[in-house]
């Protein structure tokens, strides 16, 4: 690899490290080709990517980013995992280290905050961007669905109802 092309590296590491929501270090010593397949089409199917790199480059692309506490993680079979979500990235390497034993989680970062294994499979455990979603616009519409069962109920019903008011009234 000659210098030009790993100032290309370093520079799509340095976005990489600045625009995603979080990134994951993982050791992944004896995976297989077919297994670190795996892992990057299930990356992708969640909105992510993975990446291995060289250490000292991705050392030297972490310089003054915001995620630059990883560099201490980079030593070793070293792979990144990062995703633009900053749930999805994490919710893929758990699962995957959960099946597979040869890939061990080291760290990661979720912009300044630095992560230890331990906050990575926290981070995993959180609710997706589309679940928190979901649950909103579930929230928003329940009112909007009650009162259209209402409006849309039987006359009978609506009829029951006002008698029931009117013998209150006469009881009162």
């Known amino acids: 690899m000659d210098r030009a092309q790993k100032e290309k590296v370093v520079e799509e590491l340095g976005q990489i490290f600045e625009s995603s929501g979080v990134v994951v270090v993982s050791r992944y010593e004896g995976m297989t080709v077919a297994e670190m397949q ?12 993975v ?5 000292k480059l991705a050392k030297i692309a972490l310089e003054g980013k915001p995620a630059d506490s990883i560099s201490q993680y980079l030593t070793g079979m070293t792979v990144l995992a990062y995703s633009e979500d900053p749930v999805a990235a994490a919710k893929v390497i758990d699962g995957y280290a959960k099946d597979n034993s ?11 905050t630095a992560l230890d294994p331990a906050g990575v499979k926290t981070v995993a455990q959180m609710p997706s961007r589309e679940e928190l979603i979901s649950s909103i616009v ?5 009112p909007a669905s009650n009162i259209a069962g209402a409006i ?16 209150k009234g006469e009881a009162a």
């Open 152 to 167: 849309g109920a039987p006359a009978s019903n609506i009829a029951s109802i006002l008698s029931t008011i009117e013998e």
């Open 38 to 49: 795996d892992l990057r089409s299930r990356m992708r199917e969640a909105g992510g990517s």
């Open 102 to 112: 040869k890939l061990e989680i080291l760290g990661g970062a979720m912009g300044e």
């Open 51 to 55: 990446r291995v790199a060289k250490n």
């Open 138 to 142: 579930g929230c928003i519409g329940a």
